[in-house]
C-alpha cells in the first residue's frame, strides 16, 4: 500500500542545532512569556486538586465531630432469658461478663475497616427512668452500669463509702426468686452534685417508683468523684455526675445511680426482665478519618445496618442504630459541589489559558515567518522544521510545567498533574503547527486562480470551514448546558471516587463543568460575526466626518477586525473572571442569608427547660437594652409528634405570638410570611396552624392532630398556610400562642428570637449572667460558616481564579497588539512623512485597539452574568451555604466594572509603549526596509 511504502522510505528528522539555537535566543521573550503562562496556569491547577482532597478530609473530620450522638454507632441486645427450675427467676452473677462478650461480639462483627475508624467501645446497661417520690418536683433518677473493658468502666474515687456490692452471700448468688415478688434490693454509686442533691449518704435509701406505681428498692453504697469527668464514657449517662434539666421533659431534672459488676446482677433482678437495655456505643475517631475511608465506611455502615437483627426478635441477636451514614452521606454531598464547583472555575482558566497560549503562538509565528521562510527555501523540510519547533516548544512546556507542580508541592500538600495536560499540550503544540504551516504557506507554489468561479469556490470552502468549526462549538455549548441544566453539577454518583481524577470528574461531569468556557466561546464567536459589520459601519460614518484621525483608526480597525484570537482572549477572560465574581458574590450573600435563617435574628437566646419560667423576664431585659429593635420569645420545640393523613412526623413545634413574630420578620432581611395575618381566627373549632415541609408531607389544608404527653388529649390543627423557615429545620408547623393557649395547651417559652444593632450585646450578656441560657449570634455563624474549610475553600478559588482570567485577558490584549503592531506602525510612521504628529499617530493607534477591546470590556461582563444566571441554580451552592433552597444572583457591580476600566485601561498603557519603543526608528529606514 502507498502509505506503507511512504513509511518505508520515512527517516528521522535531520535537526539543525544552530538553528534551534538561534531561533530560541531571538526570541527568549516570547518563549519566556509562554513559560511563565504554563507555570502559573501549572501551579493553580495542581495545587488546587490535593487542597481540595485535604480540605474533603477535614471536612469529615468537622462533620463527624459536630454531629455528636448522630454519629455514634450502637448495638442493642436483648438480655437472656432468666427463668429458674421452679417457675422464678434466677440470679446471674456472671452478667457482666456476658456485657463484656456482647462487646466484644459487635467489635468483632464490625470488620477491620469500620472497628479502625472508631473508639474503643462502651458498654452501658441502663434502667427505665424512675421518679423520684420524696415530694419533689419532676424528678427522675435512672440505674446505669458502664464498662470500657473486661470489668472495669471509667475511673472514679470514692470520697464516702465503696462501689456497690452484692445484696446476697456468695453462696446465695445463684438464688431464684418469685415473680412478683417484694422489690429487691439493690445498690448504687451516686456522684457528689446528685448526692448533694438528694441530701442522702451512704446507706440510706433513694425512694423510687416507676410509671405504674411499683417501688424499686435502691440503697446507696457510697460516693464517687469522677478521676476524669471529660471521659468519653460519662457521655452516655451524664445524670451519673451531675443532674440534667430537661432530660425527661420540660422542667424535669434527671439523677443517676452507678452500678458495678457486682450489684448488676441485682439490678436485673430489681426490674422487669425486659427493662435493663444493654448497649455497646462506638464513637467515630475524627482523627483517622478521611475522605476515601469515609466514603468505605458508609457503605460498611449500610451493610451492617441492612444485616441488623429485628427489633421485635426476642433472641440476643446484634440490633445496629446509627446515622452515621447519614452524616457521611451530607458531608459527601456537600464535597462532591465543591469539587464540581471548583471544577467550573479550573475550566475556565484552562481554556483561556489555552486560548493565551494559543496567541502567544501566533505572535512568535509572525516573528519567525521570515526566517522559517528563508529555511524553507535553503532546502529545509517542513518534518525538520516541525521536529526543530517541537523540540523547543516541548523543552520549554515540559520545563514550565515542572516549575509550576514544583511550586504546586510548596504550597499543597502534593500535585495534581491531569489538569495541567491540555495547557501543557497547547504550549507545546500550537508553536511548531503553526510554525510548520506558515513555512509551508510561504513557500507553496499554488497559484490564485484566474477564474472567478474558482476564486468564488475556494473563499467558499474557506467560510465553509469556519462555519463548521462555529457550529461545533456551539453544539457542544448547547449540549454542555442541556446536560447542566438536566442532572445538574453534582456527580451521579456522589460516593465515587472523587479524589480519583484531582476533582471526581468522570466523563459526564466534565461537559457540565465546561458550561461556562462552552458557552462563552460560542457568544465570542457570534461577536466576532458582529464586530466586522460594526467597524465597517464606523469606517463610512468616519469617511463621511472631515478628521483625519477618525479615518485613519476606523480604517486600521476595519483592517483588523477580522483576527480571531485577540478578541477570543479578551472577551472569554473577562466573562469568565465576571462569572468568578457573581459566584463569590451570590456564595457570600448565601452564607449571610443561610445564617439569618438559622438564627432567626441579629441574636437567639436558647432557654434551657428547667428555666423556662424566667423566659418572659429575659425576653423584657433584652429588649430594654440599649440598640434592641425587637424581642419576641416563643416556644420551639423539636421532633414534636403531629399526626398527618395517619401517619406521625416529627416537625419542629413554633408557638410564637403572631403580631409580634411578624414584627420581627418585618425587621429582618428574611423573607415576609404573608400566611400568618391567618392564624388570627379559628376555624370548625381547629387551631389554625402554618405548615412547611420540604418533601410536601404538610400541606395546607391537612388536618392534623398535635399528641401531648401524659395522656393528655391532642390538639386539632388545621394548615391554613405556609409556614416561613424558622431555623435549620426541613419540617415546621407554627402556631398561634393565644390560639393554642384556648384549646387548653399553654406555651412555655424557651426561645428569644432579638434583631437590631445592640442586640447580640444584649443576649450574650443575659446568657453570661445566667447558666440558664445560651446565646446564639448570627455573627458567630456566620464567621464560623464562611471559615468552614470547604466554603472558605471555594471562595478562595473564586477569587484566584478571577484574578488569573484578569491577568490572562490583560495578556492577551498585550499579546494582540504586539501582534499587530509592526503593520500598525509602519502604516502610522509613513503617514508621519504626509504631517501626521507623533500625538496624532498614538491616537489612531489607539482607535485601532479600542473596538475589540471596547466589545471585550462592555460584551464580557454581560456575557459572564447572563452565564452565572443560566448556571447558578445548577451548581448546589445551597449545599454550602446552608439555605434552603438556591441562594438568589448577587451582581458585584463594582468588581464587574474592575474588569472593564481594566481593559479600557490597559490601552492606554499599551499605546504610548508601543510608541516610545518605535520612537528611535528613522523615516529612512522604515521607507527603505518597508519593516515598522
Known amino acids: 500500500m502507498r502509505w506503507l511504502r511512504a513509511l518505508g522510505r520515512w527517516w528521522p528528522p535531520a535537526l539543525h542545532w544552530p538553528s534551534v539555537r538561534g531561533r530560541a535566543v531571538a526570541d527568549a521573550g516570547p518563549l519566556l512569556l509562554a513559560a511563565a503562562v504554563v507555570a502559573v496556569v501549572t501551579l493553580l491547577a495542581g495545587a488546587v486538586p490535593p487542597l481540595l482532597r485535604a480540605t474533603a478530609d477535614d471536612s469529615v473530620r468537622e462533620a463527624v465531630r459536630h454531629a455528636g450522638g448522630d454519629g455514634d454507632v450502637l448495638v442493642h441486645a436483648r438480655i437472656e432469658l432468666d427463668d429458674g427450675p421452679n417457675g422464678g427467676r434466677v440470679r446471674a452473677p ?45 424528678r ?24 456497690p456490692r452484692p445484696t446476697v452471700s456468695a453462696a446465695d448468688s445463684h438464688v431464684e426468686v418469685p415473680y412478683g415478688g417484694p422489690p429487691w434490693l439493690v445498690q448504687v454509686g451516686l456522684s457528689e452534685a446528685d448526692a448533694a442533691a438528694l441530701h442522702v449518704r451512704p446507706g440510706a435509701r433513694i425512694p423510687l417508683a416507676d410509671d405504674r406505681g411499683n417501688v424499686r428498692k435502691v440503697q446507696v453504697s457510697g460516693i464517687f468523684r469522677a478521676t476524669d469527668s471529660a471521659d468519653p464514657a460519662w457521655r452516655l449517662a451524664p445524670s451519673l455526675l451531675r443532674p440534667v434539666s430537661g432530660a425527661d421533659g420540660v422542667g424535669t431534672t434527671r439523677l443517676g445511680g452507678l452500678l458495678s459488676p457486682d450489684s448488676l446482677p441485682d439490678a436485673r433482678l430489681a426490674f422487669d426482665r425486659d427493662e435493663l437495655q444493654r448497649t455497646v456505643w462506638f464513637s467515630p475517631d475524627p482523627g483517622v478519618l478521611t475522605w476515601d475511608s469515609a466514603e468505605a465506611i458508609s457503605g460498611k455502615v449500610v451493610v451492617l445496618k441492612a444485616a441488623s437483627g429485628s427489633s421485635g426478635a426476642r433472641d440476643g441477636s446484634l440490633k445496629w442504630e446509627t446515622q452515621l451514614d447519614g452524616v457521611l452521606r451530607n458531608v459527601r454531598g456537600q464535597v462532591g459541589a465543591a469539587f464540581a464547583q471548583a471544577s467550573v472555575l479550573l475550566a475556565g482558566v484552562l481554556a483561556a489559558a489555552v486560548l493565551v497560549l494559543l496567541l502567544a503562538a501566533d505572535l512568535l509565528v509572525r516573528r519567525r515567518a521570515p526566517a522559517l521562510a528563508a529555511a524553507r527555501q535553503r532546502g529545509a523540510s517542513l518534518p525538520d522544521l516541525g521536529a526543530e519547533l517541537l523540540l523547543e516548544s516541548a523543552v520549554v512546556a515540559l520545563v514550565a510545567a515542572a516549575a509550576g507542580l514544583a511550586l504546586a508541592r510548596t504550597v499543597a500538600p502534593g500535585a495534581s498533574w491531569g489538569w495541567a495536560v491540555p495547557v501543557v499540550l497547547a504550549a507545546a503544540a500550537a508553536g511548531p503547527a503553526f510554525g510548520t504551516l506558515a513555512a509551508a504557506r510561504a513557500t507553496r507554489d499554488r497559484r490564485v486562480p484566474a477564474n472567478r468561479s474558482a476564486r468564488r469556490w475556494a473563499r467558499h470552502t474557506v467560510q465553509l470551514r469556519r462555519a463548521a468549526l462555529e457550529a461545533a462549538v456551539v453544539i457542544a455549548a448547547v449540549a454542555a448546558f442541556v446536560a447542566l441544566h438536566q442532572r445538574g453539577i453534582l456527580p451521579a454518583d456522589s460516593s465515587g471516587d472523587a479524589a480519583g481524577t484531582g476533582l471526581g470528574l468522570d466523563g459526564g461531569g466534565a461537559l457540565p463543568a465546561s458550561a461556562p468556557a462552552l458557552g462563552v466561546l460560542a457568544g ?34 476595519a483592517a483588523t477586525s477580522a483576527r480571531v484570537l485577540p478578541l477570543l482572549v479578551m472577551v472569554t477572560s473577562a466573562a469568565l473572571a465576571s462569572f468568578a465574581f457573581t459566584l463569590d458574590a451570590t456564595a457570600g450573600q448565601g452564607l449571610a442569608d443561610g445564617a439569618w435563617r438559622t438564627v432567626g435574628a441579629d441574636a437567639r437566646l436558647d432557654v434551657i427547660p428547667a428555666a423556662t419560667a424566667s423566659t418572659p423576664e429575659l425576653a423584657r431585659r433584652i429588649a430594654a437594652a440599649p440598640g434592641v429593635r425587637q424581642a419576641v ?68 389544608g391537612m388536618r392534623l392532630q398535635l399528641l401531648r404527653d401524659g395522656g393528655a388529649p391532642s390538639i386539632r390543627l388545621t394548615a391554613v398556610g405556609t409556614a416561613p423557615a424558622v431555623g435549620d429545620g426541613d419540617v415546621v408547623v407554627l402556631v398561634d400562642a393565644a390560639a393554642l393557649a384556648a384549646a387548653g395547651m399553654p406555651s412555655a417559652p424557651n426561645t428569644i428570637w432579638a434583631t437590631g444593632p445592640g442586640a447580640a450585646r444584649a443576649a450574650t450578656a443575659s446568657g453570661a449572667s445566667s447558666d440558664a441560657a445560651h446565646a446564639v449570634l448570627r455573627e458567630d455563624v456566620l464567621r464560623a460558616r464562611r471559615a468552614a474549610p470547604l466554603t472558605s475553600g471555594l471562595l478562595w478559588l473564586a477569587w484566584a481564579s478571577a484574578a488569573t482570567l484578569l491577568a490572562l485577558g490583560l495578556l492577551g490584549l498585550a499579546l494582540g497588539s504586539a501582534a499587530s503592531a509592526p503593520e500598525r506602525w509602519q502604516t502610522l510612521t509613513r503617514l508621519r512623512t504626509l504631517g501626521l504628529r507623533p500625538r496624532d499617530a498614538r491616537w489612531v493607534a489607539a482607535g485601532e485597539l479600542l473596538p475589540p477591546v471596547m466589545v471585550a470590556a462592555v460584551a464580557g461582563p454581560l456575557l459572564g452574568v447572563a452565564l452565572a444566571r443560566l448556571m447558578l441554580d445548577s451548581l448546589a451552592l445551597r449545599l454550602l451555604t446552608g439555605q434552603a433552597g438556591d441562594p438568589a444572583l448577587v451582581l458585584p457591580w463594582w468588581r464587574l466594572g474592575l474588569v472593564t476600566v481594566a481593559l479600557l485601561a490597559a490601552v492606554a498603557v499599551v499605546v504610548p509603549i508601543e510608541s516610545a519603543l518605535r520612537r528611535g526608528r528613522r523615516l529612512s529606514e522604515v521607507l527603505r526596509v518597508g519593516d515598522g
Open 140 to 163: 427522675t433518677f435512672q440505674l446505669a452500669y458502664l464498662a470500657k473493658d473486661a470489668g472495669g468502666g471509667p475511673q472514679v474515687t470514692w470520697t464516702e463509702g465503696g462501689p
Open 524 to 557: 465570542t464567536l457570534l461577536l466576532l460575526r458582529l464586530l466586522p459589520a460594526g467597524t465597517g459601519l464606523a469606517l463610512k460614518q468616519a469617511l463621511r466626518s472631515r478628521r483625519p484621525l477618525a479615518v485613519f483608526g476606523a480604517a486600521r480597525a
Open 633 to 700: 420569645a416563643g416556644q420551639v420545640t423539636d421532633s414534636a409528634r403531629v399526626v398527618a393523613d395517619s401517619l406521625i412526623v416529627a416537625p419542629r413545634l413554633v408557638i410564637v405570638d403572631v403580631s409580634a413574630f411578624r414584627r420581627l420578620l418585618g425587621s429582618t432581611p428574611l423573607p415576609d410570611a404573608p400566611d400568618l395575618a391567618r392564624l388570627g381566627a379559628t376555624g370548625h373549632g381547629n387551631v389554625p396552624a402554618l405548615v412547611r415541609s420540604s418533601d410536601g408531607g404538610l400541606r395546607p
Open 94 to 138: 456472671r452478667l457482666a461478663e456476658d456485657v463484656d462478650d456482647l462487646r466484644d461480639r459487635a467489635t468483632d462483627e464490625l470488620g477491620p475497616g469500620l472497628r479502625a475508624a472508631l473508639r474503643p467501645p462502651v458498654a452501658a446497661v441502663t434502667s427505665p427512668v424512675l421518679k423520684i417520690t420524696d415530694g419533689s418536683v419532676l
